[in-house]
């Protein structure tokens, strides 16, 4: 069959909106993540991290949400401006492996 | 501190030719990565090492990639030889774990064209 490029989910907001990105990771003893935003031309870049200890952390227009049960990671922007118009990854850290393992990406677009 | 450092920002080559990515990690880190980006596949690792020594190669594609890491501060990841496959953004990140942060900083990253 013929190949298809991957399609990262889209999340379209208006600006000034609050925008909430969800991600579900995969292993359970997973012990710390981390939010990347990935602007176009550039790498990843960090935003925010939480424990697993925790599960709420706060920066500055951004939050982080975990939920341990379900094994969801959630991150919220908070007046959502053209700027934070990237792809966003979340990423796991589990210690046994040593190693970030990242999700597909979903692109937030921000409407003026 | 400049940052991961990669160059160069953009090759073009033709196929059958021999492509050497550069990395420049943060100084202090003790883990480099090699990653490689592309529409299809997302970003996948290709590579780490850990003071220098290679870690986990299992996601380097096949023997036509290569990567040293000849000391703390210079990485290479090489491609001999080239494919239009190999047509991808390839970045350099590195960490340093022992600090408590287990994030990596990633470089601007190589766009590679292979025609």
């Known amino acids: 069959g013929e190949n298809v490029g991957l399609h990262l989910p889209t999340l379209s907001v208006q600006e000034g909106d609050n925008s909430i990105i969800n991600c579900a990771y995969s292993n359970s003893a997973s012990d710390y993540f981390i939010w990347y935003k990935q602007e176009s031309g550039k790498g990843p870049q960090f935003i925010i991290d939480?424990?697993?200890?925790?599960d709420k952390r706060q920066g500055q227009r951004v939050t982080v949400l975990l939920n341990k049960t379900v094994k969801h990671l959630s991150l919220q922007i908070a007046a959502t401006q053209p700027g934070d118009s990237a792809v966003y990854f979340c990423a796991e850290f589990t210690g046994a492996n040593s190693k970030l393992t990242f999700g597909k990406g979903i692109t937030l677009s921000v409407r003026p | 501190d400049a940052g991961v450092i990669q160059s160069p920002r953009h090759e073009v080559t033709e196929m059958g030719q021999e492509v050497t990515l550069r990395c420049k990690p943060i100084?202090?880190?003790?883990?480099l990565f090699w990653y490689r980006q592309t529409m299809m596949r997302g970003l996948e690792l290709l590579i780490y090492f850990n003071n220098n020594v290679p870690i986990d190669d299992s996601g380097m594609p096949e023997d036509r990639f290569s990567a040293k890491m000849p000391n703390a501060s210079f990485s290479t990841l090489k491609i001999q030889p080239s494919e239009p496959r190999d047509s991808a953004v390839y970045f350099c990140?590195?960490?340093?774990?022992?600090?408590?942060?287990?994030?990596?900083?990633f470089g601007s990253g190589t766009r590679l064209t292979v025609v």
């Open positions: 939480i424990r697993s200890n925790m």
């Open positions: 100084s202090g880190h003790d883990y």
């Open positions: 990140a590195s960490s340093n774990p022992s600090t408590g942060y287990y994030g990596y900083t």
